[in-house]
């Protein structure tokens, strides 16, 4: 996928036509009231639970209400789209995660336009996703399951959050990688596909770690590895996938978007807080506990990590023939 990055970069950094001094002041200023924080998934899940977490730290830094709203549907694009239409004050803004640079590709059409329509306004972290299955599965390490996998091909279920979600496309990544066929089993959020996996009724689950560490320290779920390059500091006696399946990697990120023609001194305001809160060592340490690690970053170093990420996952997408349903 070839992007106008520089085309990108300029439309990330548009703001509406306020004098300096009184953009300033707006920013020196900002909140005056509560922020909206749209979760495109519903509770439970990896963007829920990071939603909630940054939310309170602004919160408390800002003194003002992060309120999260889950506006759950169509992988994340519901949320997206309100956001897209929002006012560009900086009081509503978006928890941006990697199905959104997926979605670019993902689906044919969609009434906005994530590159030019949302704002990258902070990074927030980056954690594995982990390769999940119930205890009455028979394989209990990556090996073992890409045996019986290519034993019974296309039989193994595999459950995500939906379509183009990162659990979705690091199980297509696995699948490509170590040459097995499973059938993909979509639902409308992390937290059921993890209920119906807990209960056997789909067999592995390329989670969020986040969402699924949980379940793996209460011994109701068998973790078989890691989705990064490297183990986990979270739970380190787990493999990387890459152990097994040379050349595999697939990281969950998220961040905070704005719609278009948001203030830069907002957004510069915003980018700061973040970057501070997530420096944080309280924050640190709950992060850690997930499994994540913070993601500093300014507002136009990511900008550029989603053009590349959107270009990543676009490739993914087309050689999968992954659809939208």
């Known amino acids: ?13 548009g703001a509406v036509a306020l004098p300096a001094v009184s953009r300033v002041a707006m920013a020196q200023t900002y909140p005056t009231r509560p922020v909206r924080l749209i979760a495109g998934f519903p509770p439970g899940g990896g963007v829920d639970i990071t939603a909630r977490l940054i939310g309170q730290a602004l919160s ?25 239409r929002a006012s560009p004050d900086g ?8 199905t959104n640079t997926v979605n670019e590709t993902l689906y044919e059409k969609i009434n906005y336009n994530f590159i030019s329509d949302i ?8 954690v594995p ?22 034993a019974s091909p296309g039989k193994i279920t595999m459950g995500s959050e939906g379509n183009g979600g990162t659990s979705h496309i690091s199980g297509e990544l696995f699948k490509m990688l170590a040459g097995v066929n499973m059938l993909h089993i979509p639902y409308r959020g992390a937290a059921p596909a993890l209920t119906d996996l807990l209960a056997g009724q789909v067999e592995v689950m390329f989670a969020t770690m986040p ?31 890459g152990e097994f399946v040379p050349g595999y990697e697939a990281v969950t990120w998220y961040g905070i978007g704005a719609p278009k023609k948001t203030p830069p001194e907002i ?8 970057n501070a809160a997530i420096a944080d ?44 349903e």
Do not use: C
């Not at 704002?119 to 980056?126: K, L």
């Not at 957004?267 to 973040?274: A, F, I, P, Q, S």
């Open 1 to 13: 996928m070839k992007l106008a990055r520089r085309k990108f970069l300029h439309l990330a950094a």
């Open 60 to 84: 408390e830094r800002l003194g003002k209400p992060f309120v999260i709203e889950n506006r759950a549907g169509a992988g994340s694009n519901i949320g997206t789209e309100m956001v897209v």
């Open 91 to 98: 009081y509503t803004l978006l928890l941006v995660a990697t």
């Open 119 to 126: 704002v990258p306004v902070a990074s927030i972290s980056r």
């Open 129 to 150: 996703n982990v390769m999940v299955v119930p205890f009455s599965f028979p394989a209990k390490t990556v090996a073992e399951f890409i045996a019986y996998a290519k």
């Open 211 to 241: 969402a699924a560490i949980q379940y793996v320290r209460a011994g109701n779920l068998r973790a078989l590895a890691v989705t990064t390059r490297a183990r986990s500091d979270a739970l380190p006696d787990i493999p990387a996938v």
């Open 267 to 274: 957004v510069e305001r915003l980018n700061k807080e973040t």
């Open 281 to 324: 060592p309280k924050l640190k340490a709950r992060f850690a506990d997930l499994g994540a690690e913070p993601l500093s970053m300014t507002s136009g170093q990511f900008a550029k990590f989603i053009v590349e990420e959107t270009e990543k996952w676009g490739k993914v997408v087309k050689s999968a023939g992954i659809k939208a």
